[in-house]
């Protein structure tokens, strides 16, 4: 009789750990995502990628960066699927098992922010902003 509870236990484990495992595609909205790839499809290997929900438009934003400079080079709006917020609920999930008590959730981390990239005292020419 144990075995098959810990069949059950297994399968349903599996299960869980199966619909935790949505990728970018699956938070973009099915009518943009012929135009999500097209954008995606722009990314050099030298860009960093910032993807976020912004809760207040109910939008799914993209930022492409120079990872070589920390510049912002572009950005581009989405439509959210239903599995979007499960997606960026993933993704936080993810970052606290790897970053345990160093982690800072992403809607703290935005709040915080004043810049337009990676770096928000740096401006595009190179100065310190005060």
Not at 41 to 48: E, P
């Amino acid at each position: 009789m144990r075995l098959p509870l810990t069949l059950l236990t297994m399968t349903a484990s599996l299960c869980f750990v199966a619909a935790l495992d949505l990728k970018d595609r699956d938070a973009i909205h099915g009518d943009d995502l012929t135009r999500y790839d097209a954008h995606m499809n722009t990314v050099q290997g030298r860009h960093v990628i910032d993807m976020y929900m912004e809760d207040d438009n109910n939008i799914i934003k993209v930022d492409l960066y120079d990872g070589t400079t920390d510049t912002f080079e572009e950005t581009a709006s989405f439509k959210p699927s239903t599995q979007a917020p499960a997606y960026f609920a993933q993704l936080e999930q993810r970052a606290q098992e790897l970053l345990g008590s160093d982690y800072v959730p992403q809607s703290t981390k935005r709040s915080i922010c004043s810049g337009g990239g990676p770096n928000p005292k740096k401006r595009d020419d190179g100065v310190a902003a005060a």
